[in-house]
């Protein structure tokens, strides 16, 4: 049973750039989260999706950044006209239901974003 | 507003004597709360956990305890080893509309553990 993948693992992209960062959670796992780690600091929570459906989304930023998670396929966080502020770790988590306290709760390995 | 606060960006201990990492929170909503564990270049791993109805929780080696009044919370690890060093994150979580412990962490700053042989 695989965990949850996140690709790629590094991406270099250059200012005014898209980038597109996939996770594909584990099998049965319908609940989706991102969050954003920059430079010594802690895990910042981006958004939370189920199949279709964003679900929260109050952690993302207004403008280029957008997420979605289809009925095939996985996850995506699409990061538009990239600056040097969105280099970080992007990591995404996965669950089968939202009460984590009962069903756990999985990290990905990250995408490391590099703006230059 | 940094709702989840560890305070302490490092911690040292010596093999087999005991590490205690701390964390304060300010949001009274929070009913859960989490213990990972993080390498570099990997994703956090989960360690342990407790609800707002528990005071401690304990597995092998790891023990959270939980002071609600004081709203602090600290992670027991008893004997510590040198494969222990990592960065440690305490992370919270408030209950949904549904009652259930939702899936959106808050997340404190992390301290570095070097457990020395």
């Known amino acids: 049973n695989a965990g949850v993948m996140q690709n790629p693992r590094h991406l270099v992209r250059r200012r005014g750039q898209e980038a597109r960062l996939r996770c594909s959670p584990m099998k049965g796992h319908s609940h989706v989260y991102w969050y954003r780690q920059l430079p010594e600091e802690g895990l910042k929570f981006m958004v939370y999706l189920q199949k279709e459906n964003i679900i929260d989304e109050s952690g993302m930023p207004k403008e280029r950044f957008s997420a979605e998670f289809p009925k095939e396929g996985p996850s995506i966080l699409r990061i538009q006209q990239v600056v040097r502020g969105d280099s970080a770790a992007y990591f995404c988590?996965?669950?089968?239901?939202?009460?984590?306290?009962?069903?756990?709760?999985?990290f990905g390995s990250g995408t490391r974003l590099t703006v230059v | 507003d940094q709702q989840v606060k560890q305070n302490s960006p490092s911690l040292s201990v010596q093999e087999g004597r005991i590490s205690i990492l701390n964390c304060d929170y300010t949001?009274?909503?929070?009913?859960?709360f989490l213990w990972y564990k993080k390498y570099p270049a990997e994703g956090p791993t989960f360690l342990i956990s407790?609800?707002?109805?528990?005071d401690k929780n304990e597995d092998g080696r790891f023990t959270v305890f939980l002071n609600k009044s004081a709203k602090h919370l600290s992670l027991h690890i008893v004997p510590s080893q040198p494969g222990d060093s990592a960065v440690y994150f305490c992370a919270a979580s408030a209950k949904y509309a549904g009652g259930t412990s939702y899936g959106k962490l808050t997340f404190g700053q992390g301290t570095i553990l070097t457990v020395h042989p």
């Open positions: 988590a996965s669950s089968p239901s939202m009460d984590i306290a009962n069903y756990g709760y999985t």
């Open positions: 949001n009274s909503m929070f009913d859960y």
């Open positions: 407790i609800s707002s109805i528990k």
